[in-house]
C-alpha cells in the first residue's frame, strides 16, 4: 500500500493557491488521480480548480468521457477545497473529510479536449461540509453538477 505521509500532513496554505495546487500534484504518484491524469490548477478555501484531458484511460468504449471519471474529478476537486478550508491540516487520519454523499447530474459528455472542475463550498458546519462542483468543458458547457457532503471527525484544533 502507498504510503499517504506525503499528503497527511500540514498543507502550506500560506502558499498562493496555484503554488499550494503544484504541491498537491507533485504529491498524487500512486494514487486514483495519477493515472487519471487529475491536474489541480488552484486550491483555496475560497474553492478549488483542477483540469483533466479526455484520453482512451477515462473514456468508454464510444469516446466519451465515462461517468466515473467525471465524479472522480468532482470529488477529488471537492475533497481538496474542504481540506483547505478546514485549514489544511491533516497530520491527524481522523481529520480527513470523508465523503459521504454524492449526487451527480450528467447533463452532457465530450469525445476531446479537457474537463475543468470548479468547486465551492456552499454549506459548512460543525461536523458536515457540502460542496457544489461544476464540471464544464473548455467553452464552459456545462458537464455535470456535483453535490457532495464531507464528514468532518476531528476538525483542527481552535476549531467548532
Known amino acids: ?7 497527511m500532513t500540514r498543507w502550506p496554505l500560506e502558499d498562493s ?4 495546487a503544484d504541491w498537491l500534484n507533485n504529491r498524487l504518484s500512486g494514487t486514483l488521480m495519477s493515472p487519471m491524469r487529475i491536474h489541480a490548477v488552484s486550491v483555496s478555501p475560497e474553492g478549488s480548480i483542477s483540469e483533466l484531458t479526455v484520453s482512451p484511460v477515462i473514456s468508454t468504449p464510444t469516446g466519451y468521457v465515462h461517468a ?14 474542504v481540506i483547505a478550508a478546514l485549514g489544511g491540516d491533516l497530520t491527524s487520519p481522523t481529520g480527513f473529510p470523508v465523503a459521504t454523499n454524492i449526487s451527480c447530474q450528467l447533463v452532457s459528455n465530450i469525445n476531446k479536449g479537457k474537463l475543468v472542475a470548479e468547486s465551492k ?3 459548512q458546519g460543525r461536523k458536515l461540509i457540502t460542496v ?14 456535483i453535490t457532495t457532503t464531507h464528514y468532518v471527525r476531528d476538525r483542527p484544533s481552535g476549531e467548532s
Open 1 to 7: 500500500m502507498r504510503d499517504l505521509v506525503d499528503l
Open 17 to 20: 493557491p496555484e503554488e499550494l
Open 68 to 81: 466515473g471519471a467525471i465524479v472522480s474529478l468532482a470529488d477529488s476537486n471537492a475533497t481538496w477545497t
Open 121 to 123: 463550498i456552499i454549506h
Open 132 to 145: 457544489e462542483t461544476r464540471v464544464r468543458n473548455e467553452a464552459s458547457l456545462l458537464l455535470a453538477l
